[in-house]
Structure formats: structure tokens, C-alpha cells
């Protein structure tokens, strides 16, 4: 049963690693992946003497950092929360709403937001403009261009992260709670000292796994959200990797990028499991 899983990743995972060799080489159709002549560290060399290129590399970092560091504690707070309920039909109907949004394309999400955030015909500025006296521009200011970046990250995530949770929080032994109880522990106790120190393992796996897609930000979100007057804050290496790459046709160049990104997440997925295994909770 196992077997497809595993082609899967062999074939569609690991198999598409060779092709990792264009980042030495100046591809070209002609003579394929193999045949087109090798140039060493040319193709690194020039990546980095792109202009903007360290802002680029600031903007994926930063956007990745506030996704890892604001969004990771929404799908432990919501499974929580979830845990606690008691009504089944509450709970249930919770679940469908939080989840909804994890099976919504980036482009519906992309038009939710302009539709609620646009300066010219956006809801809130319906409401908001007459206070002000103008209309603010969200989607044209870096700072709230960010906020609704990293908000609607969490939003479309965190329902379907937390199912992780709350599959963690269900192995937790009930007993554990009734002794809580009997000794006078209250609701918040019982989290603080039983819920968090038993899902504590799953958190930190979650967290490590996280860390290793700090240098990556998801192409889709990006490239829907942004627009050439935050381009300062919202040209990530995914999207330059698109417009030079695909649309310049710049493939070893492009893959030379994608390199340098796999090996940073590799670093920081390394480092942070090292950092847990001093907790006795690393990945490996």
C-alpha cells in the first residue's frame, strides 16, 4: 500500500533534482539538459550581481520570517479551541468554516481581498473613507500590503494546520484532566501544564518543518496580492524566478536561484533541528 506513495516521491520529487545540473551549465533547448556546455559558477556569480537581488532575498526572508513567526501558534491556538468545545454541532460547524478557505485557489482568495481591501471600491473603504475623509490604499501601502499578506496566509491555513493538532491533542490521556480537576486546576491550568507540555512534540516537528520554507513564500499568494508600487516589499525569489526564468527564459539562471534557496532551507531546517534536539525533540 505504501508503494505508490513512494514512486511518487521518486518520481516527482527526487527524480527532478538532476535537473539541479542547469544551474552550472548555460542550458539551451538545442542541446538539452546533458549537452549544453558547463560554466562552472557563472550562473552564481552573475545571480548575485543582479540588481535588487539582496532585496529580493530581504523581501522572501522577511515575508517567510512573519509567516513562520506570526502564523505558526493560529493552528495550535484554533485546535485548542476546538478541543474545548463541547457542543458537537458548534464544533463541527467551526471546522467546515476554517477549513473552507484551504480549498479556495489563490486567485478567488486574491479577488476576496481586492474586493474588501480595494481603494477605490473596497468594503472597508466604503465605511472607512467618509471617517477619513479619503480612501486609504491597504493594497498600495508596504506596511498594510504586508499585514494583508501575512493576514490572508493565516487565514487560508490555519483551519486545515490545525487538523495536525488536533489529532496530537486527541491521544492526550483524559485522566490526565480528571486529576487536574480533582487537585483544583482550572481551565487555563489544564492547557498550560497538560495540553501544550503533551502536544509539545508535534509543535516542535511543525516548527522545524516550517524553518526549512523560510526562504520559500508561496508563488501563487504573491504574484495575486502584489503590484509594481509595493514591488519593494513584494518582489520574493519565487516571482523573480518566474519572470526571468519563464518569461526571460534565463533557466540556468533560474535554477541557480532555486539552488541557492534549497541549500538555505537545508541550513536552517539543520540548525533548527539541532537547536531541538538540545530539548530531546529533534526531527532526526
Known amino acids: 500500500m505504501f508503494a505508490p506513495v513512494v514512486l511518487y516521491f521518486l518520481i516527482f520529487r527526487y527524480a527532478p533534482m538532476a535537473g539541479l545540473v542547469i544551474a552550472f551549465k548555460n542550458y539551451n533547448f538545442h542541446d538539452g539538459i546533458w549537452g549544453s556546455p558547463w560554466v562552472g559558477l557563472d550562473n552564481f556569480r552573475l545571480l548575485f550581481t543582479q540588481p535588487k537581488m539582496i532585496e529580493i532575498i ?18 495550535i491556538l484554533l485546535a485548542i ?15 467546515t468554516v476554517v477549513y473552507l478557505p484551504h ?4 486567485v478567488i482568495i486574491g479577488g476576496l481581498i481586492i474586493l474588501i481591501f480595494s481603494q477605490e471600491k473596497g468594503i472597508v473603504n466604503h465605511w472607512l473613507a467618509p471617517l477619513l475623509g479619503s480612501a486609504f490604499p491597504f493594497l498600495y501601502n508596504p506596511t498594510s500590503w504586508i499585514a494583508i499578506f501575512v493576514g490572508s496566509g493565516i487565514w487560508k491555513s490555519a483551519g486545515w494546520n ?6 496530537a491533542l486527541a491521544a492526550i490521556d483524559p485522566a490526565l484532566y480528571e486529576s487536574a480537576s480533582m487537585d483544583g486546576a482550572g481551565k487555563m491550568r489544564k492547557i498550560w501544564h497538560i495540553t501544550l507540555p503533551s502536544i509539545r512534540p508535534t509543535i516542535i516537528i511543525m516548527f522545524i518543518l516550517s524553518v526549512g ?5 508561496g508563488f501563487d499568494q504573491v504574484y495575486v496580492l502584489q503590484n509594481s508600487v509595493v ?12 519572470k526571468v526564468g519563464i518569461n526571460g ?9 532555486g539552488f541557492f534557496e534549497s541549500f538555505v532551507g537545508l541550513f536552517l531546517v539543520v540548525m533548527a533541528n539541532r537547536i531541538a534536539r538540545r530539548f530531546d525533540q529533534g526531527l532526526w
Do not use: C, D
Open 213 to 217: 520554507h523560510v526562504m520559500e513564500v
Open 81 to 95: 479551541f476546538l478541543n474545548e468545545a463541547r457542543k458537537m454541532w458548534f464544533k463541527r460547524i467551526i471546522q
Open 249 to 257: 527564459g534565463r533557466f540556468s539562471l533560474a535554477a541557480a536561484m
Open 162 to 167: 490545525a487538523i495536525i493538532y488536533l489529532a
Open 231 to 242: 514591488s519593494n516589499v513584494s518582489e520574493v525569489i519565487s516571482t523573480w524566478n518566474f
Open 58 to 75: 530581504r523581501n522572501t526572508f522577511v515575508l517567510s520570517f512573519l509567516q513562520v513567526i506570526v502564523g505558526f501558534p493560529f493552528p
Open 103 to 106: 480549498f479556495l485557489h489563490w
